[in-house]
Each structure stands twice: as structure tokens, then as C-alpha cells.
């Protein structure tokens, strides 16, 4: 098994108008290739803040965190953002599709920016058509996420997410819009995609319905986090 991500003492603090809040207190914790882990905890426990740290996006911590054997402190802002396009997915509670975009064109996108891959238009093109079909969109090609419901919204966004076949996949809450019946759905398309190609998935969640589909929850509380193996 492969490490993708390994994260070492980290700790976190914002500096708000009372002081010094400490949000993530000397975390450990290492996520292996094609590992699906569930991050539970209540509101303001410092889920978003950890999964931002995790993809690069806030590099203001203390502690040490490796992707992909980088470590992160030792990257320069160019790579990391090599690292977000290639390797990393992105899947957010508020979908993030770009309105005036049809489903095929936002799954596309991404690709489009993709030269370390060699291809043509054309085959970008199908990559996503099959994404899209692998998430059961092969009709919604045309459609623009305001003519879709919200759990075809997040199956676009989570085809999206997909395009450049990244070893690691960020959702935060990607369920919280959802019905619980579309939100099985949703989760099941993720996970199960990702088995496929051994993604690793770090997904928040309030919902234990949810964290059960992965392999591991660990629930942030002070600070801290608990491991439990589902
Ligand atoms: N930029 C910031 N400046 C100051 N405090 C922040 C900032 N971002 C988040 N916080 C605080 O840090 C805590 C954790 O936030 P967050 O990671 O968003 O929690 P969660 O995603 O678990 O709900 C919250 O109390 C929040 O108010
Ligand atoms: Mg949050």
C-alpha cells in the first residue's frame, strides 16, 4: 500500500478579536491509496479547515503534511497547483458547477487545462462523455445545472472531479444538499468509482449514514481526531 497522504503534528490556529483559537491540535493520521475515509465532527470542529490544509489551499499551519511524497512545506505554489489540477479532486456541498456551462463542458474543463496528458480534443471530449455516463448523466450532456436537480448537480460535480483521474479526492459535505435516498446514490458513484482506480477519498460528513460507506471515520473533536475502522 502506498501513502498519499501523511500528516504529522499538525496544528492550526486563527487569530480572532478574543485571542488565539487553537482549531487542530497535533493531528496525526496517514491515508493509503484507494482508501475511502469519513471525517465526522461537530459544526466549527475544523473539518473544512483540515481538508483545505490537506489540499494545499492554506499553508499557514504548524506540523508536517506529504502528498504524494511531497512535503508540502517544501512546495513551491507552482507545483501545488500542478498537484490540484492532476492529482487531487475537489467536491463541495454548493456543487461550484459554472452556470453557463452545460454538464459535458464543466466535466471538460479541467481536462482542457491537462497537458501532461498528450491527446486531442476529441478524447478529452470522450473522457468526460464516459464519466459522465459512469455517473448516470449520458442524457444530460446538453443540459445546464439549472435544469438538473441538485443530486444530478453533484454527480456532474463529482464527475468533475474525476476528469484528470486525481489519487485523491476532497469532499467536503458533499452530501448536505441532499435527500438521503440521492445521497446513497451519490456516495455509492464516488466510492465506487474510485475502487476502481484505487482514488483515495477524504469526505466530511455529519451524516453517519454516510461516514459508514467508508473504511475509516475519524471524528474531530478538540482538536484531536479518534480513529474508528467502520
Ligand atoms: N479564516 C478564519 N479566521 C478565523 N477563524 C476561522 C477562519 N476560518 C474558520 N475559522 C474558525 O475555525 C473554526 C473551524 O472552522 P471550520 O474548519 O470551517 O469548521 P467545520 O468545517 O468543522 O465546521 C470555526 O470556529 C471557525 O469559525
Ligand atoms: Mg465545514
Same mark, same amino acid.
Do not use: W
Given at each position: 500500500?502506498?501513502?498519499?497522504?501523511?500528516?504529522?503534528?499538525?496544528?492550526?490556529?486563527?487569530?480572532?478579536?478574543?485571542?488565539?483559537?487553537?482549531?487542530?491540535?497535533?493531528?496525526?493520521?496517514?491515508?493509503?491509496?484507494?482508501?475511502?475515509?469519513?471525517?465526522?465532527?461537530?459544526?466549527?470542529?475544523?473539518?473544512?479547515?483540515?481538508? *483545505?490544509?490537506?489540499?494545499? #489551499?492554506? /499553508? %499557514?499551519?504548524? !506540523?508536517?503534511?506529504?502528498?504524494?511524497?511531497? +512535503?508540502?512545506?517544501? @512546495?513551491?505554489?507552482?507545483?501545488?497547483?500542478?498537484?490540484?489540477?492532476?492529482?487531487?479532486?475537489?467536491?463541495?456541498?454548493?456543487?461550484?458547477?459554472?452556470?453557463?456551462?452545460?454538464?459535458?463542458?464543466?466535466?471538460?474543463?479541467?481536462?482542457?487545462?491537462?497537458?501532461?496528458?498528450?491527446?486531442?480534443?476529441?478524447?478529452?471530449?470522450?473522457?468526460?462523455?464516459?464519466?459522465?455516463?459512469?455517473?448516470?448523466?449520458?442524457?444530460?450532456?446538453?443540459?445546464?445545472?439549472?435544469?438538473?436537480?441538485?443530486?444530478?448537480?453533484?454527480?456532474?460535480?463529482?464527475?468533475?472531479?474525476?476528469?484528470? *483521474?486525481?489519487?485523491?479526492? #476532497?469532499? /467536503? %459535505?458533499?452530501? !448536505?444538499?441532499?435527500?438521503?435516498?440521492?445521497? +446513497?446514490?451519490?456516495? @455509492?458513484?464516488?466510492?465506487?468509482?474510485?475502487?476502481?482506480?484505487?482514488?483515495?477519498?477524504?469526505?466530511?460528513?455529519?451524516?453517519?449514514?454516510?461516514?459508514?460507506?467508508?473504511?475509516?471515520?475519524?471524528?474531530?473533536?478538540?482538536?484531536?481526531?479518534?480513529?474508528?475502522?467502520?
Amino acid at each position: 500500500m502506498n501513502v498519499f497522504v501523511s500528516v504529522k503534528d499538525l496544528s492550526k490556529r486563527y487569530t480572532s478579536k478574543t485571542g488565539l483559537i487553537e482549531i487542530l491540535n497535533n493531528l496525526s493520521f496517514d491515508i493509503h491509496n484507494g482508501e475511502f475515509v469519513a471525517i465526522m465532527g461537530t459544526s466549527g470542529a475544523g473539518k473544512t479547515t483540515l481538508l *483545505n490544509i490537506v489540499g494545499t #489551499l492554506d /499553508d %499557514e499551519y504548524s !506540523g508536517s503534511v506529504t502528498l504524494f511524497s511531497n +512535503k508540502l512545506e517544501q @512546495t513551491s505554489a507552482d507545483i501545488k497547483q500542478k498537484m490540484r489540477l492532476h492529482k487531487i479532486g475537489f467536491v463541495y456541498q454548493g456543487f461550484y458547477l459554472i452556470p453557463f456551462l452545460t454538464a459535458l463542458n464543466n466535466v471538460l474543463i479541467p481536462r482542457l487545462f491537462n497537458n501532461e496528458i498528450i491527446e486531442e480534443y476529441d478524447e478529452k471530449k470522450a473522457k468526460a462523455v464516459t464519466l459522465l455516463e459512469q455517473v448516470g448523466l449520458k442524457s444530460y450532456l446538453g443540459k445546464y445545472p439549472n435544469q438538473m436537480s441538485y443530486g444530478e448537480r453533484q454527480r456532474v460535480a463529482i464527475a468533475r472531479s474525476l476528469i484528470n *483521474n486525481p489519487q485523491l479526492v #476532497l469532499a /467536503d %459535505e458533499p452530501t !448536505g444538499n441532499l435527500d438521503s435516498a440521492t445521497s +446513497k446514490e451519490v456516495i @455509492t458513484l464516488l466510492k465506487d468509482i474510485c475502487k476502481n482506480q484505487n482514488t483515495a477519498i477524504m469526505m466530511v460528513t455529519h451524516d453517519a449514514n454516510m461516514a459508514a460507506f467508508a473504511d475509516k471515520t475519524f471524528i474531530l473533536e478538540n482538536g484531536q481526531i479518534e480513529k474508528r475502522e467502520n
